[in-house]
């Protein structure tokens, strides 16, 4: 994995341990908003009574991620949990189910990345937990 690629991974799941902590702390941001639409397998479905639901999901890569410095980092398939919006309904979804979603951030909102919307996909729609298509230029003196 590239260090931009471990970055990326490590960033995003410091924004879920820290949504998922509850802060109540603003995080100052002039990165404007992005959204992404991505696809990815359920892999687990949080209890509906927990304050924050979340969905599990093993999703494919993101080459245009932008972190909260402004930063493009592109982001390889993993699994990863992510907070869901209260509009988004799971009636129905199940793991193994893929899906496609849009995943909503703004890094000032207490929990910066969260899935704006969830549709089931066809269970014959191929899915490509491949790294991200994004190659970093190797630095000098590596071989």
Request: hydrophobic letters at 35%.
């Amino acid at each position: 994995m590239s260090r931009t690629t471990t970055g990326a991974t490590l960033l995003l799941l410091a924004v879920a341990l820290i949504g998922g902590c509850g802060g109540t702390e603003k995080q100052e941001a002039s990165v404007p908003n992005k959204s992404y639409a991505i696809r990815g397998m359920v892999r687990q479905i949080s209890e509906p009574d927990v304050e924050e639901r979340q969905i599990w999901i093993h999703h494919e890569a993101i080459d245009d991620f932008v972190d909260i410095r402004g930063d493009t980092v592109p982001m390889d398939a993993m699994t990863m949990p992510f907070h869901l919006a209260e509009s988004v309904d799971l009636t129905g979804v199940e793991p193994g189910d893929k899906v496609s979603f849009r995943l909503d951030v703004d890094w000032s909102a207490g929990v910066p990345a969260r899935i704006g919307r969830l549709e089931s996909l066809p269970v014959e729609t191929q899915l490509s937990f491949e790294e991200s298509s994004t190659e970093e230029p190797a630095e000098h003196g590596d071989h």
